[in-house]
């Protein structure tokens, strides 16, 4: 009896592995892992947080932890670096704060931070400073994240 449980539940999981396989390959998931050697300024004042980046360097979470409020931006790499710096675009996440987790799954429709991208919100832009990068919030603070 217990050694049919078990290759159900082998059989299961095995299932739901090709599943993630299959949507990973697809483009469909994507499997953002934290950063541990990150360091985020706020202001050229180094503050708490984590960043979580994908394993095909297309996006990215940055959370900023200050003075008791957690706030996520979503990073977009275009693949390509204008003679500016600019190498991409951010999106404010709004109220939702990116989970304290090693891994995070991404979907069509996880995180929520896409929404605000497809919405027309204006863009700001991600710039390479060689060994960080770098963008302005609407209040002109600018957050720096050392790789």
Known sequence: MKTR???L???ALGLVALGLGY????GRLEFLTLDNHAKIDLNGAPVQGQFLEGHRHTTAL????????EQT????FEGDTD???DMGSVSDCGTWVAPRLPLLLETRNYPPCKHFLRSGTRRWSLFDK???MEFLLPDQSKVRIHR
């Open 5 to 7: 449980w078990f290759f």
């Open 130 to 132: 060689g060994d960080s």
């Open 23 to 26: 949507c990973y390959a697809s």
């Open 73 to 76: 931006y979503q990073l977009f």
């Open 9 to 11: 539940g082998a059989f």
């Open 83 to 85: 003679r500016t710096g």
């Open 62 to 69: 940055v959370t900023i932890s200050e003075a008791g409020k």
